[in-house]
Antibody, heavy 117, light 112 residues
Framework: EVQLVESGGDLAQPGGSLRLSCSPR????????MTWIRQAPGKGLEWVAT????????YYGDSVKGRFDISRDNAKNSLYLQMHSLSAEDTAVYYC??????????WGQGTRVTVSS | DIVMTQTPLSSTVTLGQPASISCRSS???????????LSWLHQRPGQPPRILID???YRFPGVPDRFSGSGAGTDFTLKISRVEAEDVGIYYC?????????FGQGTKVEIK
């Protein structure tokens, strides 16, 4: 069974940083493109970032470009999202998901990030 | 960016009756590969989204056959043939043709 477990969500100060992690199980992580998608409280879904299977190709949404970094460690079976210069607009539940041909197949339960002073 | 517009934004349906959600994209979702990258997701309250349909009409394993997707180009439809109680929640369409991937606003389905 495919499982994705996110962690690292927390309360952060405006301007602060956080690192989210996603631990996958039950599929070939090193062969899978991965993505982060977020959902602000009471709002819809927003694509954040995507990384290729070997980690060489990274793509970002305009709202996070230059502030967030998506990365992965295939040896450790882990996906990351390093977030800097956080603002209230980054407050959301962050989901990691597997990518299959332009769609998001499996989703984690999400980790909550709150940016507030 | 490709804008995805869903209608209606809210729908109240009687158990056992059909339901339909439309999704329109601001440009064609036909990729140079020939595939059309339009998917549908369902999010129950307090749960993460779950994919139902990929590439317009491919139903993922485990998705009940009362769900079906159709459409082409810029106009797409998700149909539920007979709504069941577990179908409540918010439905999103998503385009995966090009980055940034974008989602519709969501359609909230409730049971009458």
């Amino acid at each position: 069974e495919v499982q994705l477990v996110e962690s690292g969500g927390d309360l952060a100060q405006p301007g602060g940083s956080l690192r989210l992690s996603c631990s996958p199980r039950g599929f070939s992580f090193s062969s899978s493109w991965m993505t982060w998608i977020r959902q602000a409280p009471g709002k819809g879904l927003e694509w954040v970032a995507t990384i290729s299977d070997n980690g060489k190709n990274k793509y970002y949404g305009d709202s996070v470009k230059g502030r967030f970094d998506i990365s992965r460690d295939n040896a450790k079976n882990s996906l990351y999202l390093q977030m800097h210069s956080l603002s209230a607009e980054d407050t959301a539940v962050y989901y990691c998901a597997t990518v299959i041909s332009g769609a998001t197949e499996h989703w984690g339960q999400g980790t909550r990030v709150t940016v507030s002073s | 960016d490709i804008v995805m517009t869903q209608t209606p934004l809210s729908s109240t349906v009687t158990l056992g009756q059909p339901a339909s959600i439309s999704c329109r994209s601001s440009e064609s979702l036909v990729h140079s590969s020939g595939n059309t990258y339009l998917s549908w997701l369902h999010q129950r309250p307090g749960q993460p989204p779950r994919i139902l349909i990929d590439k317009v009409s491919y139903r993922f394993p485990g998705v009940p056959d009362r769900f079906s997707g159709s459409g082409a180009g810029t106009d797409f439809t998700l149909k539920i043939s007979r709504v069941e109680a577990e179908d409540v929640g918010i439905y999103y369409c998503m385009q995966g043709k090009e980055l940034p991937w974008t989602f519709g606003q969501g359609t909230k389905v409730e049971i009458k």
